[in-house]
């Protein structure tokens, strides 16, 4: 009989043992869509959506900072190339990597291609637009830069300004959706010729 109580006893300690020794489950990154192109621009549209690019893409001409939107502090502006105005150009701040985590949470982020918005005669904003008006936008050569789909694709697949976004540093979020799985989306919609919702 004592036995049995003991096993009794024990069976919750293995049970925890046992739980305690098995490997996390890995997280699964969603598959990219195939077939759907709109649901494959969805998947865009929510990358296009994360603070890592609505920082840089908003409404107006001060960009925006943190994983909540606010307005750059240091009265921060566009300019005329994106790249700030004279004397509080984005570079005064922002180095060409990031800096190391021990530097805290609140130091600017770097990146190699030198951090930038768009022109403000071109300014390619993502921030308040509808699902169809942003994929207009997107693909339109008059409005995102003079850019044809390959070419817009290549930015955002290739500009470490873009890669930057899954790779921000600390304290930030980076783009919930994994890279490969936005540039397979990316692709999948403009190869069924990018159609707008």
């Given at each position: ?40 621009f ?40 994106g ?90 979020a980076?783009?919930s ?21």
């Open positions: 009989m004592h036995r049995v109580i003991h096993f009794f006893l024990l069976l919750p300690a293995l049970a925890l043992a046992a739980c305690a020794a098995a490997p996390p489950p890995s997280p699964q990154a969603p598959a990219a869509p195939e077939g759907d192109p709109l649901a494959a969805e998947t865009v549209r929510t990358v296009l959506l994360h603070p890592r690019c609505l920082n840089c893409h908003p409404a107006g001409d001060v960009p925006m900072q943190g994983d909540k939107g606010a307005l750059h502090t240091q009265g921060v502006v566009r300019g005329a190339e790249s700030g105005v004279a004397g509080l150009e984005c570079t005064s701040c922002h180095g060409r990597a990031n800096l190391p985590d021990s530097y805290g949470p609140s130091q600017p982020p770097g990146v190699s291609s030198e951090w930038r918005m768009p022109r403000s005669d071109m300014k390619l904003v993502f921030a308040g637009l509808t699902p169809r008006a942003l994929c207009q936008q997107l693909k339109d050569p008059a409005r995102n830069g003079g850019k044809d789909l390959a070419a817009l694709f290549a930015h955002v697949d290739r500009d470490p300004l873009v890669l930057w976004g899954w790779k921000p540093g600390t304290g930030r980076p783009v959706v994994p890279h490969d799985v936005f540039a397979a989306a990316f692709t999948a919609w403009s190869q069924k010729g990018a159609p707008c919702p």
